[in-house]
């Protein structure tokens, strides 16, 4: 099989992890870098080993030899970035959340169909084998009906007005940041709620720190969610159904889940974490024509938009550039 040849467009921190597990799958390459500038870009693809390495954003979407691009720029420039990758015929991974708002994330999704490419968000927790199995347990009704899904996200950065976390002006804040992985979770087990209730504590610079969230559902079930940049939140998610519950301790990067049924044994499944499943995904649905993921559909991301854009309206958090 002819190797998958990505292009990584915007060189930060989050392509390096990317790429870095780019390298545990055999049929794929990290062929090129593009950046703003071409130090920036050499620089890159000198430690992560890219053949390839562009002074521009246009000079690598010219590439014909990049099958796929990966767009790790910050999220107010998704929609620019990502939509210049479809017009010029590649597919595209874009970092999540797909854009700042819904508006833009389905200008986005409206690009990749007519120009018809290849497009999903970067929801890597999505493709990671322990959840595979979770979302599998589901199915067969291990725990019966989903009752509640309680999932947390949340760390304590350092304190820098000018970090993009805490800047208004890149859409900083942890609804989008680590936000976007709790109500990922909750879309991807009840579907889009029904009514949404959001409070949040605002920082200095703008940006919410600490943001919950309660996500009801018609069926009664409900999401309780929680995310934060400024302070030391607990990582798991728990789903508790009728028959019993999932355990899964940092959700996010799950390397385990615990199944515990009334009257059963606990069953537990462990298995590894990392960037290279969503990777193959791309690869495997580029290679057999289909233009989105059916693990994440694109209307399932124009959806979570929806969420967490009124998630933002209730708690007042509002970027300059809107």
């Known amino acids: 099989m002819a190797k998958f040849n990505w292009g990584v467009l915007g060189p930060g921190n989050i392509a390096v992890r990317f790429t870095n597990d780019l390298k545990r799958l055999s ?14 870009a050499e620089a890159f693809a000198k430690r992560q080993g890219a053949v390839r390495a562009y002074g521009s954003y246009e000079e690598l979407l010219r590439d014909r030899d990049v099958d796929a691009i990966y767009v790790a720029t910050p999220h107010n420039f998704h929609r620019q970035h990502a939509i210049m990758a479809l017009e010029h015929g590649k597919a595209v991974l874009c970092e999540k959340p797909m854009e700042v708002n819904a508006a833009r994330v389905r200008e986005m999704v409206a690009a990749a169909r007519s120009h018809d490419q290849f497009l999903m968000e970067a929801m890597w927790t999505r493709f990671l084998p322990v959840i595979s199995c979770v979302r599998q347990w589901i199915r067969e009704g291990r725990i019966g009906e989903i009752r509640l899904v309680a999932a947390n996200f949340g760390f304590r950065t350092a ?18 940041d680590v936000g976007v992985y709790v109500v990922s979770l909750a879309h991807m087990l009840l579907g889009p709620p029904s009514t949404v209730q959001a409070h949040a504590h605002i920082g200095t610079t703008g940006v919410d720190e600490l943001t919950s969230m309660i996500l009801g559902y018609p069926t009664g079930a409900m999401a309780q969610l929680s995310c934060a940049v400024r302070a030391n939140i607990s990582d798991g998610a728990r789903i508790y159904g009728t028959e019993g519950y999932i355990d899964v301790p940092e959700f996010w990067h799950a390397t385990k889940a615990t199944l515990q049924v009334a009257g059963e044994e606990p069953e537990i499944i462990t298995g590894e974490a990392g960037y290279h499943f969503e990777a193959a995904e791309v690869a495997d649905c580029v290679r057999t024509g289909l233009k989105e993921s059916p693990i994440m559909p694109l209307d399932e991301t124009i959806a979570i938009a929806e969420t967490l854009e009124e998630v933002r309206r209730q708690i007042g958090l509002r970027f300059p550039f809107e």
């Open 27 to 40: 049929d794929a390459t990290l062929l090129a870098a593009g950046s703003r500038t071409l130090d920036k």
């Open 159 to 176: 304190w820098n007005p000018d970090n993009r976390l805490l800047n208004l002006s890149l859409a900083g804040g942890a609804t989008l």
